[in-house]
């Protein structure tokens, strides 16, 4: 939609349309209001063009060879050749011809919103400046203006063509060899898919374990996992400098060892785009580089914020989450308040890991006297049975003060599913007692809660 067909005075505007602004957004123009829509990048954000969506896409290519590869000994034979151009093809194909955003901005659109290319930034209460021009918010303005990958401070890291998750993406052909920063999920998933494709990979983290946020446990059995397929894993020990030497990226480890790449990818995390958003002049305040907010998403008198930005857990599922708590709050209608207690997520490596609530440390910390139950996949029945790729941990962490899980690690071939019913538990904060007295489907993953939970 053209400048001109924009109004300048609308009832909301909402500063950053991914997964959050766009839901938000959308539902106002569908209660009536006119709603601006402002976005810089594509509409949509990260998760649908470069994030969620694509890098699933290229776990499950990369999955389907580590599968045909197990076949050896429990089906017969296969031949295994990687090809990523289907991969590649796919990828652009549903990032709607080569990352274009035209069906978000109409699906906006034809809900009645307006919409607006440019950077906005909030010049005081009401108002919102994009690209010199200024626009006025009746009722309120939503910020949710994501994040962007934080890069290190590394000497020599600006002097060459690292990647970062947008790049890995976009790859129409792989290197020969790639050295991951960083362990979280992005690292840690690229890690194995680059190296199922046959990319020689090693990865680097700074802190002493893979995955760092969930339970040493699942870090020790990823460690074993990475290593086994023949990824180099490096941790405890941070990058001190990065150079050019030929046609391979050096990465100088603070131990004095060399890591060396035909690419660098750089995988360390988030930062919020919080600078430049003029949140000072009505009244934000931003904490680590989050935006504080109420449990009905209000960050100040006629402001609001979604997604990234307010630190809740850089998810997809965060920010739809969050969406129709905002809106409702705009509205005057009544919404449960946001409750954080349960936030799962699940990082998609093979085996999965899905975790939700307090770690055992996270829980000790808090003063929580704990019983922990465990039990190892491939003892259950479901994990016998699988034979082959069936490692795995299911970890429950109870407060025997209130005999509740309040968190839970599901790591294992579908450890991503079996997390919901455990997300449940802590969710509604089911008895342990209740837990044990379910019927659990036989020979089922699911059935190893059952089997930890016969520990306590």
């Known amino acids: 939609m053209s400048d001109s067909a924009i109004p300048e005075e609308v009832d909301v505007i909402v500063i950053g349309m991914g997964v959050g602004g766009e839901a938000v957004a959308g539902t106002l123009a569908e209660a009536g209001l006119q709603v601006l829509g402002v ?6 954000g990260e998760c649908p063009y470069w994030g969620c969506i694509p890098s699933k896409m290229m776990i499950r290519a990369a999955n389907l060879l580590a599968e045909a590869r197990r076949v050896e000994g429990v089906a017969g034979k296969a031949d295994v050749t990687p090809d990523w151009t289907p991969v590649a093809q796919r990828i652009r ?10 069906v978000a901005v109409d699906r906006f659109v034809g809900k009645g919103g307006h919409f607006l290319r440019g950077q906005g930034r909030i010049v005081g209460p009401g108002r919102v400046e994009v690209d010199g021009s200024t626009y006025t918010a009746r009722r309120g303005i939503v910020v949710a203006a994501g994040t962007d990958p934080a890069v290190p401070p590394i000497p020599g890291l600006d002097q060459v063509d690292y990647w970062t998750n947008r790049h890995a993406v976009e790859a129409t052909e792989l290197p020969r060899s790639l050295v991951v920063l960083g362990s979280g ?23 002493d374990r893979l995955l760092p946020r969930e339970e040493p446990e699942t870090s020790e059995l990823l460690a074993e996992t990475f290593s086994a397929e023949g990824i180099a894993v490096h941790v405890g020990t941070r990058a001190t400098e990065v150079r050019q030497d030929g046609a391979e990226i050096v990465v100088v480890l603070d131990s004095g060892e060399e890591v060396r790449g035909e690419r660098l990818l750089v995988a360390t995390g988030r930062r919020t785009n919080v600078e430049g958003l003029g949140l000072d002049t ?80 996270e829980a000790r910390d808090r003063g929580i006297a704990v019983a922990v139950a465990t039990q190892q996949v491939p003892s259950s029945a479901r994990g016998w049975l699988h034979a082959t790729g069936n490692e795995g941990i299911i970890k429950i962490v109870v407060d025997t003060a209130r005999d509740d899980a309040v968190g839970a690690t599901s790591v294992g071939p579908h450890g991503g599913e079996v997390l919901a019913m455990l997300t449940l538990a802590v969710h509604a904060e089911i008895p342990v007692e209740t837990l044990r007295t379910m019927i659990y489907a036989y020979p089922t993953f699911h059935r190893g809660v059952e089997d930890a939970l016969g520990q306590l």
């Open 282 to 361: 009505v009244g934000v305040e931003v904490e680590d580089g989050y935006v504080v907010v109420d449990d009905q998403l209000r960050a100040a008198d006629g402001v609001w914020a979604v997604g990234d930005i307010t630190g809740k857990g850089l998810f997809t599922h965060v920010a739809a989450y969050q969406a129709p708590i905002a809106a409702a709050s705009i509205l005057g209608e009544d919404h449960a308040p946001a409750d954080y207690r349960a936030l799962p997520r699940v990082t998609f490596t093979d085996p999965e890991v899905g975790s939700v609530g307090l770690t055992e440390e």
């Open 93 to 102: 194909q549903q990032a709607t011809d080569d990352w274009d955003d035209q």
């Open 39 to 44: 976005e810089s990048s594509l509409v949509g």
């Open 185 to 207: 999920a992005v690292g840690s998933e690229l890690a194995q898919v680059f190296r199922r494709f046959g990319v020689q990979v090693a990865i680097v983290e700074a802190l």
